[in-house]
């Protein structure tokens, strides 16, 4: 749980601005009976939306899209103040949501057409696979992107036809009421996107209701917390964990552009983004120049005020694991380039650039989820590759090279990478994201994120009859001899036929 820039009473929960510590606004802590309720009437607006034509709901999706575009000032101003990030990645982070609202909706229609499929050996038969609504659809968001994160499953889970109720983090949750109040306006059914509020006691009630399923976004440790509470009704869950993510830049790599991305990749949101760059390895030929590059571009960074690159770290308790993993770093032996564990005042931490890291150190292992950036220096691309994937995590991940640099993507145990670029696949709709091992599993964004929001349904549809009908109990005397017969010529050494001509053949 995330404390000191919220504070709760049994029936409200007050938000602060990190930066200021003014109070942002409060909202009701809403109990686990009220989750049900909100659960209940979701599944009523479920069953008329699941209804509707695709063509429909892109309409009313288009029209959420263009009211939250209108409100954009108010969102932005909101992301600002309640999460601490500055107004430009505020405004930022609202142009990255809308994209995703955008693209779920008009993707739907052909991520879910009905497949044909071929139905082998049954080759009298049409086999069918199509995709279904869900039907109520559980989202738990965090506090980093309170809005473009837990967009990401409930544009894609409202265009696959699901209703949505949305539990913020306790950090920022006022956010998620303004945009509950413009989806209450905007779409026909104001139970379409509800927002239930409080703090983990919420979040928890809200994973054993009756959703159908469950799309979290936060920590590994809730992560399984969920999981845990999920199990009770075998309710299906898509987790998005952290990262520990690598970048690699290689010797060809052209240096000034990795300097520029690894400090953006790794500083952007004051480091609290599940996809920032954790760590950097660099060939041994380049590592002084990089690492000097770097420096001097994380030297004209400005921490704080309207101006401000970074902002204030959201919550005091992010900035505690902060200071324990560069003091851990430091006292085994990591040289401080800018910044460090003094540099930090209040929620403000100054960018810090550490050398000679290795991976008996938290900030190398562990997610540390703030403005840092280690850089090891690595006497191969094998010793590179081989300490990228040396983690529990697989998120995402980025390659600096010249024209291998895609053999080395392709051997990053990852979900996600990025070549020549950093974080480019969360901007790109049309990929899935997620990650692997600790960094969770299921997928948002892309055609298998709207399928993730989808049961699967497959249809076996007897066209026209055939003498030989294996799902009857009137067989042929000699039928056990003719299969046996059947299995060697279709599926042994001296194969034949395929199966479904063979059975054409058999048909005549
Ligand atoms: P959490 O994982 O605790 O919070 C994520 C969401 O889960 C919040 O909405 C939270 O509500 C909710 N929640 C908390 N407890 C429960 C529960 N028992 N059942 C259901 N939902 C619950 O994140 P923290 O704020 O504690 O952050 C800790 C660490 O998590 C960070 O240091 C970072 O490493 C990682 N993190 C990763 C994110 C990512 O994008 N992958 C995002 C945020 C954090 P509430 O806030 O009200 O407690």
Redesign the pocket.
Known sequence: ??TAT?TQTPDR?TSYNPATGEVVGSVPVHTAAEVDAAVARARVAAKAWGALSFAARNEELTSFRKALAENAEEIAELLHRENGKPLLEAYAEVMMALGHVQHAAARAEEAMAPRKVSAGMLANFKATVSYHPLGVIGV??????PLF?PMGSIAYALAAGNAVVF???????LLAVKIAEIAAKTFQLPDLLQVVT??????????KSAVDKIA????????K??MM?AAERLTPVLL????KDPMIVAEDADLAKAAEAAVFGALTNAG????SVERVYVADAVHDRFVDEVVKQVRDLKVGGDDGHLGAM??T??VA?VKDHLEDAIAKGAKVHTGGPNAITGNYIQPTVLTDVDHRMKVMT????GPVIPIKRVASLDEAVKLANDTSFG?GSSVFAGKGARAIADKLRAGMTAVNAVMAFSGIPALPFGGIGD??FGRIHGDEGIREFTRVKSTAEQVMSIPMNMMSFRQPKDMTKRLRGMIKQLYGEGVVAKAGDFFRKLRG
């Open positions: 749980m995330a919220s929960l738990i968001g965090p506090w980093n992107y994160t539990k913020p983090s306790e950090l920022t949750p409080g703090a983990g006691a919420t979040g928890a009630a809200l994973a979290f976004t936060g920590s590994a440790a809730t992560g917390r969920v509470a998005e964990l952290g990262g609290q983004a599940c996809i959201t919550s308790a992010q694991i562990d997610e540390t989820f998120l960094s969770g």
